[in-house]
């Protein structure tokens, strides 16, 4: 067989392989959208793990309450006692813990396709670390309650995200600079949080340990609303602009040139991603690992080239619950914050994917 042959069946083959995996969809109105398939049941297969592990963690416990009492008391079926634990004390936890994952996911996503580097994370960024230094004001200097330390993660995170946006501009924001401005700013906020610890006195800094560790403990619906009138807007916002955001991965000329406007969809979604990671660290702290890893775990899932941004949303969700069912399992309700889990979970998942890519020979 001829070489011209073999390549003619390769190109056939994968193309075949391409519309399987691909679908068209006709909508009203003339128009069609292209509907990956393996993407759309990995999103489906995800929320349903999310789901499920949320039921389970609800009934786990020091009063532990099965999976079928756990559905009947969320449909309006259980007894008191049940409703109160369920509804009042552990379904606003697992709310914030999974609107935190779809956040910090979809966060990271985000700005892992805008500076086009696995790396290019809040936790790399100096997002968290800025989130953390607002809220480290708030509790050394000024003794707030929760509530103004919240605002002041959420402050905090802004800032540096408009920090960083600045120092990165030059005729644009390209994903080589903005990784290396937001490294730099890193390092400060980690210096500048430092400092702060040794001025707090020991009530203040044992506060401050457990909030910069990342925890859902004592959540409730005053932290679930914001964050889910936050995402309600946010996320459709973002998933309108994928097919930019797709089309600038294969560079701002020929993102140009397809009638793409780069600096605005670029800023937008910015924006967007600072706002879901503060938003998302001011909730919970500054879990650690879920922005970085996310994305390319649902990259791997759905093979796809693409940003990914729904599954990076789903995976971030899923990972987030099942870490916080695992502190709880292994070790004890509340005994252990989540922020240790995903901060565990996220370093084999690093060195896994080192050996990985040292044993192919790209490092």
């Known amino acids: 067989m001829s070489a011209s042959k073999r390549a003619s069946q390769s190109e056939a083959g994968s193309a075949s392989r391409t519309s399987r995996a691909n679908r068209a969809v006709r909508i009203?109105?003339?128009?069609?959208?292209?509907?990956?398939?393996?993407?759309?049941?990995?999103?489906?297969?995800?929320?349903?793990?999310?789901?499920?592990?949320?039921?389970?963690?609800?009934g786990t416990g020091d009063f532990p309450i099965a999976a079928g009492d756990v559905l009947r008391t969320l449909a309006g079926d259980g007894?008191?006692?049940?409703?109160?634990?369920?509804?009042?004390?552990?379904?606003?936890?697992?709310?914030?813990?999974?609107?935190?994952?779809?956040?910090?996911?979809?966060?990271?996503?985000?700005?892992?396709?805008?500076?086009?580097?696995?790396?290019?994370?809040?936790?790399?960024?100096?997002?968290?670390?800025?989130?953390?230094?607002?809220?480290?004001?708030?509790?050394?200097?000024?003794?707030?309650?929760a509530t103004q330390v919240t605002l002041g993660a959420l402050a905090g995170g802004l800032a540096t995200g408009v920090a960083i946006y600045l120092l990165a501009w030059k005729r644009g924001v390209h994903g080589y600079r903005l990784v290396l401005v937001g490294i730099g700013m890193s390092a400060i906020m980690t210096a500048v949080n430092g400092y702060l610890m040794t001025k707090a006195d020991l009530v203040d800094a044992a506060r401050a340990v457990v909030w910069m560790t990342g925890s859902l403990s004592g959540r409730d619906w005053a932290q679930v609303w914001p964050l889910l009138a936050l995402c309600a807007v946010l996320v459709p916002l973002v998933l309108a602009n994928a097919r930019g955001l797709r089309m600038m991965e294969m560079g701002d000329d020929v993102s140009y040139a397809l009638g793409v406007r780069v600096e605005r969809v670029r800023l937008l979604l910015m924006v967007a991603a600072v706002l879901l990671t503060a938003a998302a660290t001011a909730a919970a702290g500054p879990v650690s690992f879920v922005a970085l890893t996310a994305p390319q775990l649902a990259r791997r899932l759905t093979r796809s080239p693409g940003p990914n941004l729904l599954p990076s949303l789903c995976m971030g969700a899923a990972l987030l619950v099942a870490a916080d069912w695992i502190s709880q399992r292994v070790f004890g309700a509340d005994q252990l914050p989540v922020g240790v889990v995903t901060g565990v979970l996220g370093g084999v998942y690093l060195l896994w994917l080192l050996v990985t890519e040292r044993k192919a020979g790209r490092i």
């Open 28 to 58: 009203p109105g003339g128009l069609s959208v292209r509907l990956d398939v393996r993407a759309l049941t990995v999103v489906v297969l995800l929320l349903l793990a999310a789901l499920a592990a949320s039921v389970v963690l609800i």
């Open 79 to 145: 007894n008191a006692g049940q409703e109160f634990i369920i509804n009042e004390l552990r379904l606003p936890r697992v709310l914030v813990g999974l609107l935190v994952g779809a956040s910090l996911g979809l966060g990271g996503a985000l700005f892992q396709a805008l500076s086009r580097n696995p790396l290019g994370s809040p936790d790399i960024l100096g997002l968290g670390q800025g989130a953390t230094a607002g809220a480290l004001v708030v509790i050394v200097l000024l003794s707030g309650d």
